[in-house]
C-alpha cells in the first residue's frame, strides 16, 4: 500500500515544487546556459525588481499547471505553456534579429502596442522578453527532464522555428503595408505580402496541433526521477 501510495503523491508536481525547481533552473542557466541565456538570466538576477515581476508572472504559470493533478495532464498544460511563451517574446526578437529600427521600429511597436509612447513600448518589450524567455526555459527544464515529456526533445523546438518564420513575413508584410518597409527587406510582391502569412499561419495550427497530440508521458515512466529530486 505505501508504494501505491507513493506513486500516487508523485503523479503530480505541486505549485511549490514547480517554482522551487524553476527558481533553481533560473540560477544554474545564468551560470551554465549558452551565451544568450546567460544574458537573459543574468540580466533578470540583477534587478531585483524584474526579478520579482518575473516570479509573480511565473507564478500564475505554473499555478496553472498545478491545477491538474495527473503528470500527463500537467506535461500537456507545459506544452501549452511553452508554445505561449515562444509567440511572447517574438516581437522583441524580431526587433532584435531583423535590426528594425528608425521608423519601421516606430510602426512595429505601434501594430502590437497602439499609440502608447515609444519609448514605455521598448521597455516593456524588453522586459516581457526577459521573463518570457526566462519562463521558457523553466517550462522547457520542468517538461523534458522531470516529466521527461518528448515532445521538449526537439519537437517544439522546431515550432520556434517555424513561429519565427512566420512572425517575419507577418511584421514584414505589416510594414509594407504601411510603406515603412526598409530598402532591400521586401516580400515577393504585393500578392505574397498577403498570401506568405495566412499559409505559414496556417502551417503553424497544424503543427501546434500535433505537438499537443503526441503522446503524453506516463505517471510511472515519470516516478523515478520525481523521487529522486524530491
Do not use: N
Not at 511553452?82 to 511572447?88: E, G, K, M, V, W
Not at 522546431?158 to 503595408?177: M, N, P, Q, S, W
Not at 530598402?183 to 503543427?207: C, D, I, M, N
Amino acid at each position: 500500500m505505501a508504494g501505491i501510495s507513493g506513486e500516487r503523491r508523485l503523479q503530480a508536481l505541486p505549485h511549490a515544487r514547480l517554482m522551487r525547481e524553476s527558481e533553481a533552473h533560473v540560477e544554474v542557466t545564468a551560470r551554465t546556459g549558452d551565451a544568450e541565456q546567460r544574458l537573459i538570466t543574468g540580466r533578470l538576477l540583477a534587478e531585483p525588481r524584474a526579478y520579482l515581476r518575473w516570479e509573480a508572472e511565473h507564478s500564475r504559470l505554473m499555478l496553472k499547471v498545478a491545477d491538474h493533478r495527473r503528470v500527463p495532464q500537467q506535461a500537456l498544460e507545459l506544452r501549452a505553456t511553452s508554445l505561449a511563451l515562444i509567440h511572447r517574446k517574438a516581437l522583441f526578437e524580431y526587433l532584435r534579429d531583423r535590426r528594425v529600427t528608425g521608423a519601421a521600429r516606430h510602426q512595429v511597436l505601434e501594430l502590437f502596442y497602439g499609440m502608447r509612447d515609444y519609448a514605455t513600448s521598448v521597455i516593456a518589450e524588453h522586459g516581457h522578453y526577459l521573463r518570457s524567455a526566462s519562463s521558457g526555459y523553466c517550462s522547457c527544464h520542468l517538461g523534458g527532464v522531470l516529466l521527461r515529456d518528448p515532445a521538449f526533445d526537439a519537437a517544439i523546438t522546431r515550432y520556434e522555428v517555424r513561429y519565427t518564420d512566420y512572425f517575419r513575413v507577418f511584421c514584414d508584410a505589416a510594414l509594407i503595408e504601411r510603406g515603412a518597409m526598409p530598402p532591400g527587406r521586401t516580400l515577393a510582391g504585393t500578392e505574397a505580402s498577403r498570401v506568405l502569412p495566412v499559409y505559414l499561419k496556417e502551417q503553424l495550427r497544424y503543427v501546434r496541433g500535433q505537438i499537443l497530440r503526441m503522446p503524453l508521458p506516463k505517471p510511472r515512466a515519470a516516478h523515478h526521477i520525481l523521487a529522486r529530486a524530491s
